[in-house]
């Protein structure tokens, strides 16, 4: 949205600041060159921030407007890189300081202590969270350019304002003129010749002929109304609700209620309640945090004991959880296919060694037995996986024993000691085929005795 225009010197006579009422502009150093320009390529809402040393001129951070940028070291080395998922800190030498992921959108994640960094002599980064993200420039002026991702983009939440929130935003402002509105956000206007020709092209035309090009245009919109209310463009819980508001007519003129047959079957109402379809995953036991140790120092030693933490506070951790019922029926699955056929290979060679031995015997008529049942879970299969999901909603003990910043979260044991823990699987991926392959490698590693620290946190 608009901001009030703000030109400021210094006292040698040089442009210290110079940035219009849409935010965009330049600021400058005491010696002339650039140290800031902001401008808006798109021609809507959205800023580009570019930063520069007083010297060299060297581009040293730069943000787009969602948020998603760079700061670099003077001799051009990276320093501090911001991305839709998270973010990286880099000393001097290369090595890695800190890392971290937003986890969610907007400000969920937070920092407790803010990351602070001097650029140069004029120019300081302040990071808080994702969409407060600060660089002050300060040489005899000062200045704070916000370079978060906006909390807010526009009275519809889109990442630009759209032709009429800039419309009536620009008709806010006071002492501009309509070319410099048409100028400022490179307007399309209509163009007509002083001589009004355009005009005499139309007034020349027949009557009937004009009329012809009318008709067509009545009898378009005659077709989509039509359409429009027609049954084809309704949708089930209009067909519903219409259904509902007849059968309550019949019902208050003593016809008593009528309804479709099939009333319900697509929309849940209090007519018939229509049952919902089995995902055929597995349940899962749901711990309290004080039983995980419990839980996890009672499975065998080489089994690899799969959690999730989940808090109804973060919309991601249904799905999470979601995702480790479908691990669960998957590998259980696999490991029961593996036992049925080992059984009935043992029990096809015993009824050779019968045969053979005793070819005039028979089984009377009677059925062979059956092989045993194996249920889809870790005792029955002896299974080298176990799975359970911790509701964290009410308790932060294990937030707080681990040090994580948000759910939901994954940890993998093996008797009693951590081998995993984090958001991220197999090749860094964080869907539900990564996390499947990252199950079988950390079973491995488990295995390998490769454990995090005892005194493991984040």
Known sequence: MSQTPQFAKYTNGQTALDFKKNGTGLAYYPSGKVAVAVTSPHGGAGRYYNFYLDRTGLLVASFN????????????????????????????DGQLEKDWLWITNLDRMKFKEPIEL??????????????????????????????????????????????????????????????????DMNWSLPRLSVSGRETVVVLQRQSDELIRGIGAIRDNSNTLLSRIASDEMKSSITKQTRAAAEAVYEMAHGNGPRKADKFGEHYTSTYKQTKRKSSGLVNLPILSPKKLDDFVNSAPSKRLVVVVMISDKYSESRPAAKMVRWAATGKWKEERAELKKRWNEKA?????????????????????KQGPRFSLNAESLDSSYDFAIVECSKNKMLEKQYNFP???????????????????????????????????TMLNEGLQGHFLPEDFKF
């Open 65 to 92: 407007n969602g948020g998603i940028g760079f700061v670099s070291y003077s001799n051009g080395q990276p320093r501090l890189n911001v991305t839709g998922e998270g973010g990286t800190v880099v000393r001097p």
């Open 406 to 440: 948000a759910y939901p979260m994954f940890f993998f044991f093996m008797g009693g000691r951590i081998v995993f823990a984090g958001t991220r699987f197999h090749r860094f991926g964080t869907g539900q085929d990564d996390f499947y392959v990252h199950l079988s």
């Open 118 to 183: 001097r650029i140069s002599t004029a120019l300081t980064v302040c990071v808080r969270s994702q969409t407060n993200i600060k660089i002050t420039f300060q040489s005899f002026t000062s200045k704070v350019f916000d370079v978060g991702l906006p909390a807010k983009r526009g009275k519809t939440g889109k990442s630009s304002m759209t032709f009429f929130e800039r419309l009536a935003d620009s008709s806010h402002g006071s002492g501009s003129n309509d070319l410099e509105k048409v100028q």
């Open 348 to 368: 096809g060679q015993g009824r050779l060694l019968i045969s053979s031995s005793t070819s005039s015997l028979s089984t009377g008529g009677k059925p062979e």
